[in-house]
């Protein structure tokens, strides 16, 4: 991407993510570890609120909100101290669409057995990170490959949703957002809990609204929303910010989840859109006819 392109993107993602600052915040899944002020709480209950961040904001919000009751306001030592045979009949009802019970019973146990083992998944992460990786796809890969020698018994198609790896060319949006909770700095939404990763091996966490939003910035034609594709976007962010590629995320997520820029194009939203001068969808709307609507690409996930 040219020079003066990324200079002029780099001003209007700096303007977008002002104007929205931590507006967004009780929206997004982020607000669940935000109810928590020990670090050990806020780790836990991120790795459960990413974990089911997928379909509908309101049916994964309830299903988390029961799973937090049942740990009692003391997420960290729920896990830590987590009765099997006490607990197993208590997850009869909790479940999630492609997540059945006994697979989040399943995960409740992986997370005791990790705390029981490692202290923290922090600790299990940072023991498979190597500084002179160029991003976090093998940390990721060695992450996700230990969590699942955690679980008893077959992997299910359910925990393997939870649980993507990269080596499967999955985007992993969901543990990449998690990763960005925990690893950039502090700043009001994201933690920063994870200091031993650097914040510039992070990826883009792709979800249908950033995959979308990029491709309207040109930061990638790609129809498949995969681990390639983050990849590639997130090289384009670190000529705009090296040390923190990622730090636009929840600003254009929130752009799109809002209805500030819907799938179906509104000249009108556009028009006072701060990503417009650089936003080829947007120069090209708000040079038709008020009314007209351009119809959103055809786009896969993986
Ligand atoms: S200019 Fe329009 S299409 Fe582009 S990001 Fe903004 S609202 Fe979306």
């Known amino acids: ?27 997004d899944p982020v607000a669940f570890p935000h109810r928590y002020s020990d670090p050990r709480d806020i780790e836990v209950v991120g790795w459960l609120a990413a974990a089911l961040a997928y379909g509908n904001v309101t049916a994964f919000s309830a299903v988390i909100e029961k799973w937090l009751v049942l740990t009692d306001g003391a997420p960290y030592r729920y896990f830590l101290n987590f009765q099997t045979d006490q607990e197993r009949p208590r997850y009869a009802n909790l479940y999630h669409r492609f997540a059945t019970a006994s697979d989040l019973f399943a995960f409740a146990l992986m997370t005791h057995r990790i705390l029981q083992t490692h202290g923290s998944l ?29 679980f008893e018994g077959q992997i299910t198609p359910g925990l393997r949703h939870l649980l993507p790896s990269p080596e499967g060319g999955s985007a992993c949006k969901r543990l990449n957002l998690y990763l960005r909770w925990m690893v950039r700095p502090a700043d009001g939404i994201d933690f920063g809990l994870w200091t031993r990763i650097p914040p510039n091996r992070l990826l883009v966490p792709l979800d249908v609204h950033t995959f979308r939003i990029y491709r309207y910035l040109g930061l990638t034609r790609r129809k498949g929303a995969n681990w390639k594709t983050a990849r590639e976007i997130t090289q384009i962010l670190r000529q705009i910010d090296p040390t923190d590629p990622v730090g636009y995320d929840f600003a254009l997520c929130h752009l799109g989840m809002s209805g500030d820029c819907p799938a179906i194009g509104q000249r009108d939203r556009c028009q006072v859109c701060p990503l417009l001068t650089t936003c080829q969808r947007g120069r090209r709307l708000t040079q038709l006819k008020i009314g007209k609507r351009l119809t959103p690409p055809s786009l896969s996930f993986e």
């Open 1 to 27: 991407m040219p020079m003066r392109h990324t200079d002029n993107l780099a001003r209007r993602l700096r303007d977008l993510k002002e104007r929205q600052g931590q507006a967004r915040l009780a929206h």
């Open 122 to 150: 922090g600790q299990i992460f940072a023991e498979g990170f190597d500084e002179g990786d160029d991003d976090i796809h093998p940390a990721l890969t060695r992450f996700v490959d230990a969590v699942r020698q955690q």
